[in-house]
Structures are given as C-alpha cells and as structure tokens.
C-alpha cells in the first residue's frame, strides 16, 4: 500500500514539473488562468449586461485593444530588459489586480474602451516580463520542457476557470454576475504575491550587465528590430499560431451553419482540446532543445494544420455519424497544430533572442501573434463561411507559405546573432 501511495506522489509529480521551480511556476500558472479564464468565460454577459455595451461596441473595443497591445509590445519589451524582467512581471500582474477590481465600477461604451487600452498596455507588460523571466531563468536544454508543463497548467487553471463563470452564469443574478471580476481580481492579487516570491534572475537581466555590455546594449544596431531574420520569424510564427482561430471561432461556426452535427458537439470539441493540451504538451515539446528541433516541431504543427482544413472542408457534403467523426478529426488535427507549434515557438524564440536584450526580443515576438489577431479572425471566417472549400483550401495555402518562410527566416536570425559578437570584438 505505501508502496502504491509513493508510486502515485511519485507521478503526480512528474505530470506537475520535474523541479520545485517548475512546479512553482507551474502553482502561479494555474492561479492566474483561473482569474483570467473565469472573467473570460463571463465577459459577454459581463460586458453587455453590467457594462451596457452592444455586441458591436464589445467587438470595436477587443479591436482597438489588439491595435494597442500591437503598438506597445516593443516598447514594453524595452522597458522589461530596462527595468529587469522579474520586475516587470509583478508590477505589471499587480496593476492588473487593481484594474479587475475595477470593472464593477465602470459603465458605458468609453469606460470601456479606455480601460481596454490601459489592459492593453499592461498586458503587453506582464507577457514581455514574464517570457524573459522564464528563458533566462532556466537552463537552455530545460527551457522548452518547462513552458510545455506550464502550458499544461495554464489550461488546466482556464478549465477551472470557465467552470466556476459557468457556475455564476447559471445563477442569472446579475450580482454574481458583477462579482466575477471582483474574484479575478482576487486570486490576480495571489498571483502577484506568488510572482514576488519567485527566485530572482542573477546575472541575466538587464540591470545586471556589466557597464561596458549595457553600453553596447543600448546601441540601435543591436536593436531587435534590426534583426530582420527575427522579425520575419515572428510573423510567420504568427501565421501558424492562427491555429486558434480555427479552433475557436472557424470551426465551431462551420458545425453550426455548415453541418448536421448537432451543437452539443461543440461541448466535446473543446473537452477534447483541453484534455489533449493538458496531457500531451510536455510530449509534443519533447526533444526541443534547438533551432533544427524547433523548426521540425513547427512543420508537424502546419502539417496538422493543413490537415484539418483539408479534413473539415468535406463535412459539408456529408451526413450523420460521419460529419461528427470527420469533424471531431479534424479538431484534434488542429489541436495538434497547438502543441507542436506552441513548442517549435518556445524553441525558436528562446534560441534567436539576444541574451542581453530578452525583453525587446519577447516584444519583436509578440508582434506577429497580435497582428494574427487582427487579420485572421475576419478573414478566415470570410474564406470558409463564403468560399467554402476553396476557402478552407486558401486558409491551407496560407499556412504552407508561413511554414515555407519559417525555417530561412530563422537561419536569417541565427546568423544575425551569431555575427554580433564579431562585430562587438572589431
């Protein structure tokens, strides 16, 4: 018998992070997910019954917030390589707290705009300090294997979280309903503890550089920006991380409007996400130690996408038990999309950013995934709900581009990195 109870601590253990700072982080992750992801799950109801905005108002303002978050990523990244990346991360997860607990308080179309642009900014803040934090606080060889355990809690943490909004919704009380930014704003307070009592970086942040390496820091030829290889990466990194787009938005339109599956459907569809993300992310990371490695994961993960495109297009001409099995396929191809190209991204962006200017490189990172925000939602939508299949065949096709400019992109970058310690020396 103890034998079994230590084989099962044994393997909790495992599923959780193989370090105490992998499982530390990985208590934060599930914490601040669940504030997030139950605020998340409410929001419509939140935003349209307490704050009194339209379905449209809600929609121009999530927009103006991606043009804001589009706008500050660098800047903010400079800001954490300035300040220090541990440092940025509490005082943005702090401001944070204060602004949930705000929400209760606001009202009109406005209101709501400015405060989406203030979380904006902040959010942009804590993604910048908190990606830094977590390369330079691990080792190379542990870096991606630690963001997939992290990952896995992070959906773990939303899944929690969805259920209690869930619970509150169920209520139909408005005063619940009012209460949930209040609870995030809560366990966001415990996040901001928990992140201040996580080990500082030594010797890796910004203001930890020696005088001479600050200077050459600060010069402009060394700037992210500059390092066009990097920049190209992120953008086609963005392209293949629309995967989410497909998951959330694409797919679930096409099953209602375009199929005979029923819409509970829908209810399995996301359980078996949350299922796969949870328990296979630390698989698909697995042996992702390099540029090489990296950019294999990223073809698996476009590999999958083009599959799903390829798999859900045809439900349109099918019936019964066969559009239900061929669409639940192609959900969990494109939940595949997810965990390879969450871990082919952590390799790359983890490889080709400047040890002394994390930050910044989070920032430059952060401009494709925003700027995916944007265009793809409007556009994906248009290409498979109007066009069809030759629409879910452009999507493809769009996709197979981004896979295609990936890996040169990223060879630009290494070399990039790798003449600058030349050209420092000269």
Sequence with gaps: MMVAMTSLRERLTRMIGPTPLVRSLAGQSVISAFGEGAFLTGSAVFFTVIVGLSAQQVGLGLSFAALVRFAMSVPLGKLADRIGSKQM???????????Y??????????????????????????????????????????RVKSQAYLRAARNVGYTFG????????????????????????????????????LPDVVGRDREELPVEKAVEHAGEKSSALRNRGFFLMSICNGVLGTHGVLLNVVIPLWLVQETDAPRVLLAWLFGTN???????????????????????????????????????????DTTGFVTIALVWIGHVTVTGSELYQSAGMWGLISELSDPERLGEYQG???????????????????????????????????????AVGIGPSSHAAERYLARKPVATSA
């Design 274 to 316: 949350t299922v796969m993300a949870v328990f296979l992310q630390v698989a698909a990371a697995r042996g992702v130690t390099d540029v090489r490695r990296s950019l294999v994961a990223q073809y698996r993960g476009a590999a999958c996408f083009v599959l799903s495109c390829l798999i859900v297009l045809v439900t349109h």
């Design 162 to 197: 969805a259920l209690a909004a869930g619970v509150a919704l169920a209520t139909d009380s408005d005063a619940v309903v009012q209460a949930v930014p209040l609870a995030t704003a809560f366990l966001l307070v415990l996040n901001a503890v928990w992140v201040f009592r």
């Design 89 to 99: 991360w509490q005082l943005a997860s702090g401001i944070e707290a204060v602004l």
């Design 101 to 142: 607990a705000a929400w209760p308080l606001l009202s009109g179309f406005w209101a709501f705009v400015a405060m989406m642009a203030v979380m904006a900014v902040v959010e942009s803040g804590r993604r910048a300090g908190r990606g830094a934090y977590a390369i330079a606080i691990f080792p190379r060889e542990e």
């Design 364 to 402: 430059v990172s952060g401009l494709g995934y925003t700027m995916g925000d944007v265009w793809a939602p409007a556009l994906y939508t248009f290409l498979a709900m109007t066009w069809g299949a030759p629409g879910w065949i452009l999507i493809a096709a769009i996709v197979v581009v981004a």
